[in-house]
């Protein structure tokens, strides 16, 4: 049994990023086909027009079925050598979706978009994971000042330093400028001192975006998990790991009980309790209260468990026996509104699939 709960959190970098690619894969995918369905809807009257081009068209689009199919698992293959040499490739594999033996042409589009959506999410995390690591390798020879030749050119210093940033639009102002500065040097010390400098202000522009990537992906991983165990979650803000703040969960059912996380993002602790929502005025305890409690206990180790599978170890430091602080009553214009209708097995599928896989 047990009451309020606190736990420390602490992320896997890369495997929150990868699980992250693969709940936005689904999610893009699951909104595609509701887009596709809504349009279908739309254009009911141009069906039969449609069809028939299609039947026309039929030899030339299963070429090009097969040619876009062969591309794309090109490009997964690729991705997945990139993933065995940096360490992750059992994760990796584990998110591909399973084209059936003796698939319909239905099925293997269905197949085209799950893998085209994924790889599209893993490409950007898996390349910048591995240009990190040979920067950093690349960081203790080239760069090391006593040892860097003062007769390279600034100008490869630059472009070198510069690829990191590729996936930039636009350079920060300060880095911009130092950039600007190495660009017109001549080989020698003041170039080897900006080159230092402009190393370092990447180094920590990289290092902040992943950290924001991180606990954006955190949050996507913390709402999608209650939702893929089953639980109607108050929308969860993306930079709940960053600023901290309050999300309640239920399941429909629990009429006037749910589950508050309270995050404490400057010790990373995660404090779980569950409330009742009472109007004003009403401050009675009941003895569902302590049930409340107990059915909260024996579903938290699958909430730990699913967090681990996807690179969030959440360690208890705290638990409280059931009972032995008063179920917190809340105003219920202070609570979200949940409905006690189940969510659809449409919206919870793709996420079911996610977890599944990780």
């Known amino acids: 049994m047990s009451g309020p709960t606190t736990v420390l959190t602490t992320a896997d970098v890369l495997r929150v990023l990868l699980s992250a690619a693969g709940i936005r894969a689904a999610m893009a995918v699951a909104q595609a086909r509701q887009d596709a369905k809504l349009l279908r809807g739309q254009q009911d009257q141009r069906q039969f027009e449609l069809q028939q081009r299609l039947r026309e068209a039929s030899e030339i689009g299963q ?90 050119l600034p100008q490869d210093r630059l472009a070198r330093l510069l690829k990191r940033l590729t996936h930039l639009t636009e350079l920060p102002q300060h880095i911009a400028q130092l950039a600007k500065e190495l660009e017109k040097s001549l080989p020698g010390e003041r170039a080897d001192l900006l080159a230092a400098e402009l ?94 409690e107990d059915r909260w206990c024996s579903e938290f180790p699958a909430l730990l468990a699913a967090m681990e599978a996807r690179g969030i170890h959440m360690q208890v430091t705290r638990r409280l026996e059931a009972g032995e602080l008063p179920v917190q009553l809340v105003l219920e214009d202070k609570l979200p509104q949940f409905s006690e209708e189940e969510q659809t097995q449409e919206h919870s599928q793709p996420r079911q699939q996610t977890l599944s896989k990780k």
Request: hydrophobic share 40%; charged share 25%; glycine share 4%.
């Open 63 to 152: 070429l090009a079925l097969q040619e876009q199919l062969q591309t794309l698992e090109q490009d997964y293959i690729l991705l997945q050598s990139l993933a065995e040499k940096i360490g992750c490739s059992e994760q990796v594999s584990a998110s591909r979706p399973v084209l059936p033996a003796g698939a319909t042409e239905e099925q293997i589009i269905e197949y085209l978009q799950n893998l085209q959506a994924l790889v599209h999410e893993l490409r950007p995390v898996l390349l910048q994971e591995a240009t990190s690591r040979s920067e950093a390798m690349f960081d203790q020879t080239d760069f090391d000042l006593q040892a860097a030749s003062s007769a390279s």
């Open 199 to 292: 190393r370092l202000q990447i180094q920590a522009l990289l290092a902040a975006e992943k950290k924001r990537q991180v606990e954006e992906a955190q949050a996507l991983i913390l709402e999608q998990t209650l939702q893929d165990l089953g639980y109607q979650v108050e929308e969860v803000t993306h930079t709940l790991f960053v600023d901290g703040g309050v999300v309640h969960f239920r399941r429909a059912g629990w009429d006037k009980y749910m589950v508050r996380m309270r995050m404490d993002a400057r010790t990373g602790q995660a404090n779980f309790n569950v409330v009742r929502a009472v109007k004003e005025g009403e401050n009675e305890r009941s003895v569902l209260d302590h049930l409340a």
